[in-house]
């Protein structure tokens, strides 16, 4: 639970950071709330996927290759709804944020490999 209630938290910490990005509110928002949202959503089904008394670690994986394919299609829609002017801040509020949420998927994956189960 440790890890959800991390990844929550980011989220909302770059959300509100977002906020205050100025007159690109829009594109980091934007930004903030597609890594945010995606990376809640990605965790709480990894753990759920991850209760699966057979292969929990590979069905995480399944999910965490699912999220990223989701993200990547996110990714190319929210930039063509900020357009050039806002393309910066959109980068950096999902680019940061993203990398922070991959290592929390990753050490969730990592914990599930050290409890014994195997993908």
């Known amino acids: 639970m440790k890890f959800q209630i991390a990844t929550v938290a980011t989220a ?9 990005a100025g007159d690109q509110r829009g594109a980091a928002l934007t930004g903030a709330l597609i890594a ?9 089904a990894m ?19 699912i999220l ?3 993200r990547i299609v996110l990714v190319g829609l929210g ?3 900020v357009g050039r002017a806002g393309a910066v801040p959109f980068v950096i509020y999902f680019f ?3 990398f922070a949420f991959t ?8 914990s599930l490999r050290r409890l014994g189960t195997t993908a």
Do not use: C, D, W
Request: without cysteine; aromatic residues 16%.
């Open 36 to 44: 945010g949202s995606t990376a809640v959503i990605s965790i709480f």
């Open 96 to 98: 940061v944020p993203y």
């Open 79 to 81: 930039v063509a709804q």
């Open 47 to 65: 753990g759920r996927a991850a209760r699966s008394p057979r292969s929990a670690t590979k069905n995480a994986l399944a999910v965490m290759a």
């Open 12 to 20: 909302i910490f770059f959300v509100v950071a977002a906020f205050y």
């Open 103 to 110: 290592a929390f998927e990753g050490a969730f994956l990592h």
């Open 68 to 70: 990223f394919l989701v």
